[in-house]
């Protein structure tokens, strides 16, 4: 959400979800009904018990939406900015030399072939990746769980869910057993079926009719309606990639920050601020993000690849489990284009505030940490610290920095980048509680933190040095991996 937050669509984000926002909890059972229709109705949304303590981390609170969804807002923002976007087009060939990339595509419609040049390729084209098979990427990981079929279909269920709405129900009985996904929580929904091939069975045992009397089962409503729109195979599957850039799948989370993380390093080596090897960070800096997400998602399924529901399985002790992952903030990054810096005696402990963002995620304006987030004043306006980062490099200094606002006017100027400066203080173009800023980011009143356009903290520098421009240009440099 800070990143749609970014590109002005929050709200519409946030719209697009609005009827999933008040699924709550994990169910399993013999039936939906049997499950369901003894709860009482809250008549009303209820907030989690542990959803205040996330209000530090950042400006804008999490929401639930669907794929199908929020898909139709994602494409009609990114035509709306000039995007090119082809429906029922296939790419069938990937060709690449030292300076491009030749992608070969066919109109599934009218069988025709183009190609289309472009100095990069991003394959973003899911778990079983075509283009990743093609050039041959190796992969690691448990691979499949199971095996299931998607059943999206309507049914309508308000009454039964009204006021008691859910976010997933296993359905656990000898004739049928699956996952059953809230989409609306009103008359469009899912149902993870699963199949065993090691006793025969295939996708094509299962027609629509066949699915329509095992969702009845299911749902524990033998005479409603059901109109079945789509039956496709899914296997759950634990895959990583071993390398992520190829000569030049993991959930849509983490995908969507795998893409701010790699968009404004193509960027900078496109308009040559920066050389190819700072692409070769987008590995280091995201592959152990993507394998500690896939592993955290593979410990919360049953053997069957469907998320387990025994013992004292919570969504409270899921958050618990995994909050680093699950807040989409728990890691650091550590690269050649982050700055190391000195810590000692004390590693740093010291410099430390005693904050959930802190204490619990490291985001306390170390390198390699997303910027700390802090409302500020500017302009006249109450602002995140995380909205004054953007498209290009950012410089934050204590109250007492002024010389590093300095150094960074001239480095912007040396080496054609744009960097935003600002000191904490009326002067210094930010308004915030004395102190705070500094503390939240780990520096003195003559500190400073350089931040890279993807929010994450490049430099930090926690008191005044003889020469703040040549230091600052020191840093620039190893945040765009030139020599």
Known sequence: ME???????????????????????????????????????????????????????????GTFVTQDMIEPVLVDVAQGRGVDVRFDTECVGVEQDEDSVTAVLKDRKTGAISTIRAHYLIAADGAESPIRTRLGVPTTGKGTLGYLLNILFHADLTSLVHGREFSLCKVERPEVTGLITSINNSDCWVFHLLFDPSKGEQPSDFPPEKCKELLHLALGI??????????????????????????????????????????????????????????????????????????????????DGIISTKGSFTLPLVLLKGFRLLSGHGYCYASKAICAED???????????????????????????????????????????????GKNFLLLAGADGTSWVEAAN????????????????????????????????????????????????????????????????????????LP
């Open 410 to 481: 001239g480095v912007s100027s040396a080496m054609g980048i744009d960097i935003a400066a600002f000191c904490a203080g009326p002067e210094g173009g930010l308004v915030s509680p004395k102190g705070k800023l500094e503390t939240a980011a780990g520096i003195s009143s003559r500190g400073a933190i350089l931040v890279r356009p993807d929010d994450f903290v490049a430099w930090r520098q926690r008191r005044q040095v003889s020469d703040p421009e040549a230091e600052l240009t020191q840093a620039v440099r190893r945040a765009l991996c």
């Open 3 to 61: 990143l749609y937050r970014r590109l002005g669509i929050e709200e519409l984000v946030r719209e697009a979800g609005a009827s999933l926002s008040p699924s709550k909890g994990i169910y399993s059972g013999a039936s939906l009904k049997d499950i369901i229709e003894p709860k009482s109705r809250s008549g009303a949304i209820r907030n989690l018990p542990w959803a205040g303590c996330l209000t530090p981390l950042g400006p804008v609170s």
């Open 343 to 389: 810590t000692s005696p004390l590693g740093g402990l010291t410099w430390r505030p005693w904050t959930l963002p802190s204490l619990a995620l490291s985001i306390d304006g170390r390198p390699g940490s997303r910027i700390p987030h802090l409302w500020v004043e500017h302009q006249g306006k109450r602002v995140s610290t995380l909205d004054l980062c």
């Open 222 to 303: 033998p005479d409603i309606e059901i109109d079945i729109k789509s039956i496709l195979p899914w296997k759950p599957s634990v895959t990583r990639h071993t390398r992520c850039r190829h000569g030049g799948g993991q959930g849509a989370n983490t995908g969507i920050a795998d893409v701010h993380n790699l968009a404004w390093k193509l960027a900078a080596v496109l308009q040559g601020h920066a050389t190819k090897s700072l692409l070769e960070t987008y590995d280091i800096e995201r592959i152990s993000v993507g394998r500690a997400a896939a592993e955290f998602s593979a410990s919360l399924a049953d053997e």
